[in-house]
């Protein structure tokens, strides 16, 4: 953004987590913004986003790899519902090798509106064939907890960028949640 003559905050960086980049730019940068000009600075934001993740690396966070593993053997199907685009789930499935974890995902390109709004966890949910209120969504943004509920599903907050979220429970990190929290949702 500073490319572009723009100054944001870390508070408004982290509070547009979840959502969509047309939406983030058009809301900071106004209404007015140009599709072209979305578009270009939207895909240099991301090409630098997967160059970090293939250079720098990435991590799972803490309890992450153990609930991927723990929901698998006992037969939960799992997705990804993201407002980020298809390329970067596919950088970071390729640095962290959990492609297999993963029976459907469902990106940005997937949905023409971005959480707040359910439709990315809904076309999750078609994809795996299982009605909404059958899932459970574990998100860390206000934007992705409130698209999950409006979608019908429950909901895990996990506190890693914000103080505060109005999920189903809240943990501070997944290692946090009982071990048998799924099976007492359902």
Not at 10 to 34: P, T, Y
Not at 111 to 124: E, I, M, N, Q, Y
Not at 140 to 160: F, H, N, Q, S, W
């Amino acid at each position: 953004m500073k490319a572009e003559g723009f100054h944001f905050t870390h508070e408004q960086f982290v509070a547009d987590f979840g959502k969509r980049n047309d939406e983030i730019l058009r809301h900071r940068l106004g209404l007015d913004l140009s599709d072209e000009d979305m578009r270009r600075i939207a895909w240099v934001k991301e090409e630098l986003y997967r160059e970090s993740v293939r250079t720098k690396g990435i991590e799972l966070l803490p309890g992450v790899e153990y609930w991927l593993q723990t929901l698998q053997a006992n037969g939960w199907l799992q997705a990804l519902g993201t407002s980020a685009p298809r390329a970067n789930i596919v950088a970071i499935f390729d640095v962290l090798g959990i492609n297999t974890f993963f029976a459907a995902i469902s990106s940005s390109e997937d949905v023409t509106s971005g959480k707040p709004a359910p439709d990315v966890f809904l076309a999750a949910a078609r994809k795996l064939e299982v009605e909404p209120e059958n899932c459970v969504v574990i998100e860390d943004a206000p934007a992705g907890i409130e698209a999950g509920k409006r979608a019908g599903m429950k909901t895990i907050g996990v506190l890693t960028t914000h103080a505060e979220l109005q999920a189903d429970i809240t943990v501070k990190s997944l290692l946090d949640l009982p071990r048998d929290y799924f099976e007492r949702l359902f």
